[in-house]
């Protein structure tokens, strides 16, 4: 048993990268610092520069690697929960290998060394097969394996092979790792039939603990730069759009009207650069809506484009990639037909599906037991994101997103439904949001789109918008107008129960997102104030502060609902709800009318909830700080251990969150909305893809909270 894992293959094309990231990510959720080390990558272009001192006289080591040219571990390097240097997680390259073997495992083993201390647990991935047919190479990733005293997980290719021809590859392997003295850990078949991974994963697990993973063709399939990188060249289109994956070819050699017949979604046009009606053709098709959304076009022939045609093509306002490449069509299909896509770090929907893929088939918590790495008690900002995405894929709730043309939405939207975060609900014109969504590079077709103009549901929205409007003096006939507005829409999909949530903001006011909410939703029976908090991620722990966002300056009375929703919310979380009303004065130290209402507040919510540990006035040293709790509040549950924080204002929790966010590198998630019946949140109108992905987990995580309510209040009534 270890707190390392050696991943290893016996052939090339396994698909290792898409199993390391799953176990990277895997080790990230359960412990802070996590390590990688490439024992052998591929040459580095250049001179070399050394990392480190190789001897003790301080002589550089001429064997160090220094540019980042492996792209797994550049992959892997680029994960959140790794904070290492590429120098430092790079053992040596192939050349050195066949240079001297021992020299090179040497160098291997002494890098892995001054890496790993660093590290709680490592994941160390083994070399790619870049020998064609070496025979030797696993043997030495297993004496590898062995010298590093870490156990090796085997990965196979399952493709075209059966179960006993998998068992035949693992037996060979297995002794092969016992002839070198080490361990096999588990095994995991990769690329097997979808059919046939019940029956795979039985086969090998007579033998050793075992997973299986069925193949997945964008994870094969190429994108616009894998294209480029085998003869092509870019002549024309965005260079944001080469990380797109090609889902076919069409060979583009007849008539242009036969052509478009066979245009496929995602597909690449090949043509011959002499075929200039073919090119505009296609280029124009891309373009209209009546037909599928391509991912480039191939000139092939070495031909130059007539200048009419350039200025016709530049006046299009088309971003789509064109390639030219000099051989014939055949030359050209042939040569491209071959090549397989890679997993990199820019290829955002790869790496989603990939991490997917592995959750659906592997058993985390068997894999991380195996390699035994406990759950450690701290909790890092990646931890406390990781378990947002898992708590909201257990029970998936319906989340409506109202602004469908915005590329990030779009492209969280995609993250989210590949994920199986929540089943999502688009607004907008479909025609419009397909349009955006092709051009942002996201697929959202598993989303479900609506138009709130041509909805069947708007009349009834309208009705019911102004019999609960009435006393404000709304019509049906002004509601029916009111209620195309993407933001009210969304809400009142929320009140009848067609999403169980709403994330919007990220291009409207916070003021157009949650009006809506305080019209119709309004609060729940435990308080009367909407609020928010914000989830402070710091080095090791999760803190919760509000309100940062919502009430300027709130009354006593608010201030204790404040404390209430907030202490709710962070149970909700995970985070055990020690409440600190905060104030300039401690205790009983202080007067004035601004302590006094914190006083006050204090008093209030622990009279309503006796139960939850709150503490106020209290200032924030005393509040975090056990040697200064023990001076000022000795006999406090919350001093110098409190999780959750209530600000007297919007003025100071403001700029208290913005600086502990920027001075103490922490992650700020939020603002999340909290006491009302239903969740919506808002969004910052800079919010990144990542920032949207989060809200939207959370607001899911709410709304099951919501449903546990109402199913536990049915109970009780019964």
Not at 369 to 382: F, G, H, W
């Amino acid at each position: 048993m270890a707190r390392n894992v050696y991943l290893a293959s016996v052939t090339g094309e396994t698909g290792k990268s898409t199993v390391a990231l799953g176990i990277l990510t895997a080790l990230t959720r359960r412990i802070g610092r996590v390590g990688v080390f490439r024992p052998i990558v591929r040459s580095s272009a250049g001179t070399a520069r050394p990392a480190e001192p190789a001897g003790q006289d301080g002589s550089p080591d001429s064997t160090a690697v220094t540019a980042p040219s492996d792209y797994v571990l550049d992959l892997l390097l680029a994960h959140d929960g790794v904070d290492l240097p590429y120098e430092m997680c790079a053992g040596v390259t192939y050349k050195d290998v066949h240079a001297d073997r021992d020299a090179a495992l040497g160098t291997i083993v002494d890098r892995y060394h001054r890496m790993a201390e660093h590290c709680d647990a490592v994941l160390v991935v083994g070399s790619d097969y870049t020998d064609v047919d070496n025979p030797t190479e696993f043997s030495f990733n297993a004496r590898i394996a062995a010298n590093l005293g870490t156990p090796l997980l085997l990965v196979l290719n399952g493709r075209g092979r059966s179960p006993e021809e998998l068992r035949a590859m693992a037996d060979s392997a297995a002794t092969e790792v016992a002839a070198n003295s080490g361990q096999l850990l588990g095994i995991v078949a990769n690329r097997v039939e979808p059919d046939a991974v019940d029956t795979i994963r039985t086969a090998l697990g007579a033998m050793s603990p075992a997973f299986a993973l069925p193949e997945e063709q964008l994870l094969s399939a190429p994108t616009v730069a894998d294209l480029v990188d085998h003869g092509g060249t870019l002549y024309r289109g965005d260079p944001a759009h080469l990380g797109r994956e090609v889902h076919d070819f069409v060979i583009a050699g007849m008539t242009l009207p036969h052509v478009l017949d066979r245009l496929t979604e995602g597909s690449v046009v090949i043509t011959p650069s002499d075929r200039s009606d073919v090119l505009i053709g296609v280029l124009m098709a891309h373009s209209a809506r009546t037909f599928p959304a391509l991912t480039g076009v191939v000139l092939n022939g070495g031909f130059d484009l007539p200048p009419q045609i350039t200025n016709l093509i530049d006046g299009l306002d088309v971003n789509l990639p064109i390639i030219t490449m000099p051989g014939d069509t055949f030359t050209t299909a042939t040569a491209l037909a071959g090549v397989r896509g890679r997993l990199t770090r820019d290829a955002t929907r790869k790496v989603e599906t990939a991490l997917t893929l592995f959750d659906e088939h592997v058993d985390e918590e068997a894999l991380l037991d195996l390699v035994d790495v406990a759950e450690s008690s701290a909790v890092t900002p990646l931890m406390f994101e990781h378990r947002l995405v898992d708590r909201a894929r257990q029970h998936r709730r319906h989340i409506v997103l109202p602004e469908g043309v915005d590329e990030r939405i779009l492209r969280a939207a995609d993250s989210v439904l590949r994920r199986g975060i929540a089943d999502l609900t688009v607004l907008g014109d479909p025609d419009r949001v397909r349009e955006a969504a092709t051009h942002a590079g996201a697929d959202v077709s598993a989303a479900t789109i609506i138009d709130p103009h041509r909805s069947a549901w708007r009349e009834r929205f309208a009705e019911e918008y102004a019999r609960r409007r009435a006393h404000k003096g709304a019509t049906v006939e002004a509601a029916h107008d009111q209620i195309v507005d993407v933001s009210y829409f969304g809400t009142m999909m929320v009140l009848f129960g067609y999403a169980d949530g709403m994330v919007s903001g990220a291009i409207h006011t916070t003021a157009d997102t949650i009006r809506p909410a305080f019209e119709v939703i309004k609060t729940g029976s435990d308080v009367s104030t909407v609020s928010s908090v914000f989830f402070m991620c710091l080095r090791d722990r999760v803190l919760v502060y509000g309100d940062c966002a919502v009430n300027p300056d709130p009354r006593a009375e608010q201030l204790a609902d404040i404390a209430i929703s907030s202490a709710q919310t962070a149970e909700e979380f995970g985070v055990p709800p020690r409440v600190a009303m905060l104030s300039y004065s401690t205790g009983e130290s202080g007067t004035g009318a601004d302590v006094d209402k914190v006083r006050t507040a204090t008093t209030l919510a622990r009279s309503r909830r006796p139960d939850l540990s709150i503490e106020g006035p209290i200032q924030y040293d005393a509040a975090v700080d056990a040697g200064v709790a023990r001076t000022k509040l000795p006999d406090s549950e919350v001093a110098g251990r409190a999780t959750v924080f209530v600000f007297p204002d919007l003025n100071t929790g403001n700029n208290t969150y913005k600086a502990v966010q920027r001075s103490a590198d922490a992650v700020a998630i939020g603002p999340v909305l909290q006491g009302l019946r239903k969740p919506v949140n808002d969004l910052s109108r800079g919010a990144q893809v990542r920032d949207i992905v989060n809200t939207i987990a959370i607001t899911a995580i709410q709304a099951q909270a919501v449903g546990e309510d109402a199913a536990a209040a049915k109970d009780a009534t019964r």
